[in-house]
């Protein structure tokens, strides 16, 4: 059988140093939900530790480290939760890897989830080689001769203990951002150089459990395993609460209705024929519930698995809406950019135009005021040589249909009216 190093419970003390309290605040503890993977010896097939009991939880791996770079201390815990016969509440099946026994811890990242229990979330992969196996703890309350579940889902925990209590090399499957290379480079380099020392109370079993103590579970012997969950025996029938008589001649005699006298054993007899009717129909009743409430749990548990999924599926979908909207808002950049250029391009198109109109006007006014001078140098040589009205109505024509082929020629709407008149 399965073998357990036990600790008594014990108060925590509370002389501790001042030198002692700074240092505990240098602690610091990070948790997230793992996923625990490992191959047995005799096959060298893989197992994957994902479901608790109950499975809606997660099994959580937890690092609790000292920031003093003269003394590195650290601790990890595997923390399973399980329904154990023996314990009054639900409880924790710890699995503690002391820091002496880790000889490297490998990172990468990102890696492939082996299944969908931590969702879609990138994740990294933490590596233990340990020169030897981890300790497995129950709390000290639980009977191990044998080791028992309340349900299934911790019977198919229990199942594998006993090779995970041998192995020397496992894998934690973790969210990437919860142990990143950066934060294990201090411990590693420390494992590398042997000077990682444990944490404070990290192998104190008695103060585990909420103080109520632990014990350490040994499998040394593949033979010496806990049966599995399905091959445990039923437990053994209640005994009756009153014993039989021994003789009929002990029991006292009594007269039924129609005046003939029986035995109290008949009476007992028949009033045990009821009962056992009446206990029976209890027992279906109890059967009916159990199954019903089963299924029940069932229905729930698939409810629990749908909206997990639906998790995952808005998860991704709101990865791909911000994907979307990236690209939308960099296309929003680009189109404001171009615009920018186009109405910078439009403004020195209009500036362009301004000057050339500018130029343009100046222009016909020198030509006007040229025409006005040749008009009034006509004008004095007709008044000179006395020209009658014939030659002087032609001469007028002739310098408007100048005028105004210049004005449209050059494309702006100009008024202007020449009038010729005699002194």
């Known amino acids: 059988m399965s073998q357990a190093t036990t600790a008594s419970p014990s108060p925590p003390s509370s002389s501790a140093s001042p030198g002692q309290d700074a240092t505990a605040d240098l602690h610091v503890t990070s948790t997230a939900p793992a996923l625990v993977e490992w191959k047995r010896d005799e096959d060298d097939a893989t197992t994957l530790l994902s479901d608790p009991d109950p499975r809606s939880h997660h099994i959580t791996f937890q690092m ?6 003269e003394q590195p201390a650290a601790s990890f ?12 509440r639900d409880t924790q099946i710890l699995i503690a890897i002391p820091s002496d026994r880790v000889l490297s811890i490998d990172h990468e990242s990102p890696v492939a989830a082996p299944n969908a229990k931590l969702g879609s979330r990138p994740l990294c992969r933490l590596t233990f080689l340990l020169r030897q196996p981890v300790d497995i703890i129950v709390p000290i309350e639980v009977p191990v001769t044998p080791l028992r579940a309340h349900k ?21 499957y973790l969210p990437a951002n919860a142990f990143s290379k950066q934060k294990l480079e201090p411990i590693c ?11 404070d109370r990290s192998d104190d079993l008695a103060s585990l459990y909420s103080g109520s103590g632990g014990q ?23 005994a009756p609460l009153l014993p039989e008589p021994s003789s009929k001649a002990a029991l006292p ?21 009821e009962e056992g009717r009446s206990a029976c129909c209890s027992t279906d009743e109890v059967m009916t519930a159990l199954v019903a409430m089963r299924k029940q749990m069932a229905m729930q548990e698939d409810r629990v698995n749908e909206q997990s999924r639906r998790i995952d599926e808005l998860e991704r979908q709101a990865t791909r809406y911000q994907e979307e909207l990236a690209g939308a808002h960099k296309q929003t950049a680009q189109l404001r950019q171009e615009l920018d250029d186009a109405q910078e391009q439009l403004a020195l198109l209009q500036g362009r135009v301004e000057t050339v109109e500018q130029e343009d006007l100046g222009k016909l006014d020198q030509d006007i005021c040229g025409l006005r001078e040749d008009v009034e140098a006509l004008q004095e040589e007709m008044e000179q040589r006395g020209l009658d009205s014939e030659v002087e109505n032609r001469i007028t024509n002739t310098v408007t249909e100048r005028v105004t082929s210049e004005m449209l020629d050059s494309g702006i709407a100009y008024n202007a009216t020449v009038t010729f008149a005699r002194p």
Do not use: C, M, W
């Open 253 to 273: 005699l009594y007269h039924d209705k129609n005046g003939r006298k029986r035995s109290r054993r008949d009476r007992d007899s028949a009033g045990s024929a």
């Open 152 to 172: 299934a889902a911790t019977g198919q925990v229990l199942d594998l203990l006993p090779t995970l209590g041998r192995v020397t090399r496992l894998a934690l």
């Open 64 to 69: 609790r480290h000292l920031h003093d770079p």
């Open 77 to 88: 815990t595997i923390h399973i939760p399980a329904k154990l016969k023996g314990s009054s």
């Open 189 to 199: 380099t420390a494992i590398a150089e042997g000077r990682l020392e444990p944490t």
């Open 216 to 238: 350490v579970l040994r499998f040394d012997d593949p033979n010496d395993a806990p049966p599995t969950y399905d091959e445990l025996p039923p437990s053994a029938p209640i």
